[in-house]
């Protein structure tokens, strides 16, 4: 394949991901289908692609896979599909965190403790994953309590790994990812369904997910322009 094919191969595959994210925007409120679980699987599907087509790290383009499988998974309602979408969110976080553990630190663990502002940002981790998991395990059923915990603090421990890098790529992607995870948290366990706000939570959970996963992929996958 030409250098010129494989260009054009990359900005089409990055521009579709990019469409049906898009797409999906205006279809967060839709009613479940399949054609909407198309639309919204398709866009992180598509970066995973993406990363094996540019030889990006196995871990990426797995925890790409897995996140794109766990978007499949919510784009449906009730307890066994949010159930099987935290699991394949959960195992795409550890991929992510061995991926991180994999690239130059700019301090290490030790360095989030010496100030600054990635000190600032693991204290507000610090607190807000216990002050989220208080809060939430009253209003979580029996049978999520614990896969809840353990994806919350799974998640916050990906979040922490990615402070420790060099790259404010992969930081602002985590940490959109992150913001994502909460405000997914609060619409579904701790707003009321009748409230008018939740309409713009769910559009931003969608922005800061997209968004983030993006950010990550394009710091570790470099598309031929």
């Not at 094996?52 to 897995?66: D, E, K, S």
């Not at 890098?165 to 366990?189: W, Y």
Request: net charge neutral.
């Amino acid at each position: 394949m030409s250098s010129d094919t494989d260009a054009s191969l990359d900005k089409t595959v990055l521009a579709v991901s990019f469409a049906s994210a898009v797409l999906y925007l205006f279809q967060v409120r839709s009613s479940p289908s399949y054609s909407r679980t198309l639309v919204k699987t398709s866009s992180t599907a598509l970066l995973s692609y993406l990363s094996h087509l540019l030889g990006g790290p196995q871990f990426l383009t797995g925890a790409l896979a897995l996140s794109a499988l766990g978007d499949a998974f919510l784009a449906w309602d009730g307890d066994l599909a949010f159930l099987c979408g935290l699991s394949s969110f959960m195992v795409a976080h550890v991929l992510y965190i061995l991926l991180f553990l994999q690239q130059q630190h700019a301090a290490g663990f030790q360095g989030l403790l010496e100030g600054g502002w990635r000190t600032a940002m693991a204290g507000g981790l610090a607190v807000l994953v216990p002050v989220m998991i208080a809060t939430l395990m009253p209003k979580v059923g029996n049978a999520l309590r614990v896969p809840v915990l353990v994806y919350s603090l799974t998640i916050c421990v990906m979040a922490l790994t990615a402070l420790t890098l060099e790259n404010g790529r992969v930081i602002v992607g985590a940490t959109m990812f992150t913001a994502s995870d909460s405000i997914l948290a609060a619409d579904k366990f701790l707003v009321l369904e009748t409230e008018g706000y939740r309409d713009w939570m769910q559009r931003a959970v969608w922005v800061l997910y997209y968004g983030g996963q993006a950010l990550i992929t394009l710091r570790f996958v470099e598309p031929a322009w």
